[in-house]
């Protein structure tokens, strides 16, 4: 059974940082394509951050201020976020990805960045 199961999520103040992990189970998590997508209220879902091959790459809003990792033994990724914003305010999702048809989703974690 493909699981992928997100965590740390949090309320944060602005200039705060979190961490967050999706942690994967049920298929072989070294050759699938890595991401982080966003969903905040009203808005649609975007890409984050994400590996192509082991290259990373990020959303010119996240820059400079968020960094994806991946431990293939523990088959978890994670996404470090600094200096955040109330904008980064959103439902934090991974995604798995091999092929159209081998595409995972986890259920998503709340990240609130407010005073």
């Known amino acids: 059974q493909v699981q992928l199961v997100e965590s740390g999520g949090g309320l944060v103040q602005p200039g705060g940082s979190l961490r967050l992990s999706c942690r994967a189970s049920g298929f072989t998590f070294s050759r699938y394509r890595m991401s982080w997508y966003r969903q905040a209220p009203g808005k649609e879902r975007e890409l984050v951050a994400g590996?192509?091959?082991?290259?990373?790459n990020y959303a010119d809003s996240v820059k400079g201020r968020f960094t994806i990792s991946r431990d293939n033994a523990k088959n978890t990724v994670y996404l470090q976020m600094n200096s955040l914003k109330p904008e980064d305010t959103a439902v934090y999702s991974c995604?798995?990805?091999?092929?159209?048809?081998?595409?995972?989703w986890g259920q998503g974690t709340q990240v609130t960045v407010s005073s």
């Open positions: 995604n798995a990805y091999f092929t159209y048809a081998l595409n995972y």
């Open positions: 590996f192509v091959g082991d290259s990373a």
